[in-house]
């Protein structure tokens, strides 16, 4: 059990921090509320305005220092955005960064216009300058935002949040928490260490944070007024960490995967989470009752990430607690027959170099089909061309071929695609699909979406030393 593994304060490396975090334990969540849920926001006609600015952030309790940061809105993460299905939703970011940046919508189904990819997609958005994002969002579940330029460093600076779709039919529920998990690497005076463009995490496992948070806080012990039936959803918004959930308490119902449901299952943990996935579980909880979540991501450096239970003395018991679980609805992705898959085309995609390749050089860490982008991110920072076209409308499988020594979390932006399970199966609709080291999967997918899309490794230094490019879908 959980009194077994450090909790997140002992695996800090940095005494003063430790100090910090050691204080900052317990805490219903009221009391975290506005740190720790980086200001919710929730807005009927969906009308947002994000800034990006550089900010400073009481990660620790007072008399602390703060750490300077790049937030959304002030806050570490930013703003909770909270719309429905079908909204049509409108964000003005402006940019108060020193450099350009963007705002990517991980997940969203939308027009290539809106997918907030600098060089690709749209211009950068410069200092002082701003672009308005409008969109529909089709899909309800659990998504998130971020930059889409010089990502290692504007995420690992600060720059994430969750953008919550909720469906237009109420989720049979009584809490719905969402918890933006993410790491930061800090410096001994509680600082964002300046190891960005780091070769070594570009040719290792990435940027590695040694602090981790949920929601921007330390605490690891949340609270929900009254017991009942509880939907948690949680997002990877780290660079580089790869979450392995061990769950202990109640039993616990998987019911969405990247944002789109799956047939409830129990499951005991959840196997991995990396980098830009999300996942959405239910269960119920009982006044005496409480969940514990341990992290074995590292199976040597297992730790206690959080355990969630019912403030005392509480107050009575939600109306859903014990109901029978339903599927949440379906939303309206393309459906593949098995059937056809072996009459589509195959486009391989292959994954090379890294620690340990000889493919590896400085100038070119790694690979994508032989193909070494520019580093850092110029415009042509994706190649010149395409890594492949897919006429709209056309379904093909995509073979992702993994030679390296290392994972890669490869996300798809303006599709949805499922894994190819043997011969007879798929799996569930996913955009950031995990890949072991040299491992290979295929997944079907349907181009419905005209313009250049992104293809990346969501860990986000191997994405900035070169495994990112695009692919085009033409008329
Ligand atoms: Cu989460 Cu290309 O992004
Ligand atoms: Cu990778």
């Known amino acids: 059990m959980s009194v077994l593994l450090p909790s997140r304060r002992d695996f800090l490396v940095f005494s003063s921090i430790c100090s910090f975090a050691s204080i900052c334990k317990g805490g219903a969540i009221s009391d975290i509320s506005k740190a720790a849920l980086g200001g919710q926001v ?14 400073s952030v009481q990660l620790g309790p007072q008399g602390h220092q703060p750490t300077a940061m790049w937030c959304f809105n002030g806050s570490y993460p930013g703003p909770s955005l909270r719309v429905r299905r079908g909204d049509e939703v409108q964000v003005k970011f402006i940019n108060l960064l020193p450099e350009p940046s963007s705002i990517h919508w991980h997940g969203i189904r939308l027009l290539n216009a809106m997918d907030g990819v600098p060089g690709l997609t749209q211009p950068p958005v410069d200092p002082g300058k701003s ?14 935002y971020h930059p889409h330029l010089n990502s290692s460093e504007q995420l690992g600076r600060g ?8 469906d237009d039919t109420e989720t049979e529920v009584d809490h719905d928490l969402t918890w933006l998990l993410s790491d930061l690497r800090l410096d001994q005076k509680g600082q964002i260490h300046e190891s960005f463009g780091s070769i070594h995490d570009q040719a290792h496992a990435g ?10 806080s330390l605490s690891d012990s949340w609270s929900v007024p009254y017991g009942g039936r509880i939907r948690l959803r949680l997002i990877n918004g780290s660079n580089a960490r790869l979450f392995r959930l ?10 969405a995967i990247d944002g789109h449901p799956v047939p409830p299952r129990v499951i005991r943990e959840v196997d991995v989470l990396a980098p830009g996935q999300r996942i959405d579980l239910i269960f119920d909880l009982h006044t005496s009752e409480e969940l514990e979540i341990e992290d074995h991501g590292n199976p040597d450096r297992a730790y206690f990430l959080a355990k969630i239970d019912i403030a005392k003395p509480s107050i009575g018991r939600g ?16 459906q593949f027959q098995i059937t056809e898959i072996p009459r589509l085309r195959e486009i391989p995609l292959v994954l090379s170099g890294g620690a340990m390749s000889r493919q590896m050089s400085p100038q070119s860490v790694w690979q994508m089909n032989g193909r070494a982008p520019t580093m ?6 994706f190649g010149r061309e395409p890594l492949f076209s897919i006429s709209l409308n056309e379904s093909v499988v995509l073979k992702l071929i993994n030679q390296s020594a290392w994972f890669h979390p490869m996300h798809l932006h303006g599709v949805v695609f499922h894994e190819l399970l043997g011969s007879d199966s798929l799996g569930p609709a996913r955009d950031t699909l995990l890949l072991a080291p040299g ?13 250049d899309w992104m293809v990346h490794c969501h860990i986000l230094e191997h994405q900035h030393s070169g495994l990112m490019g695009y692919f085009r879908v033409s008329a």
């Open 42 to 55: 929730t807005n009927t006609d969906s009308v947002f305005n994000i800034v990006a600015a550089p900010d």
């Open 131 to 144: 672009f308005v994002y409008k969109f529909v969002c089709k899909d309800a579940g659990t998504f998130w």
């Open 159 to 166: 720059l994430i949040g969750s953008l919550i779709v909720e």
């Open 207 to 216: 940027r590695l944070g040694n602090v981790v948070f949920i929601n921007g």
């Open 246 to 255: 061990r769950l202990n308490g109640p039993s616990v119902n998987q019911v």
């Open 319 to 334: 109306q859903w607690y014990g109901r029978n679980l339903k599927p949440l609805p379906a939303n309206d992705i393309p």
């Open 376 to 381: 850092g991110h110029g415009p042509d920072h």
């Open 439 to 451: 491992q290979q999967k295929r997944v079907v997918l349907k181009a419905e979406f005209l313009g």
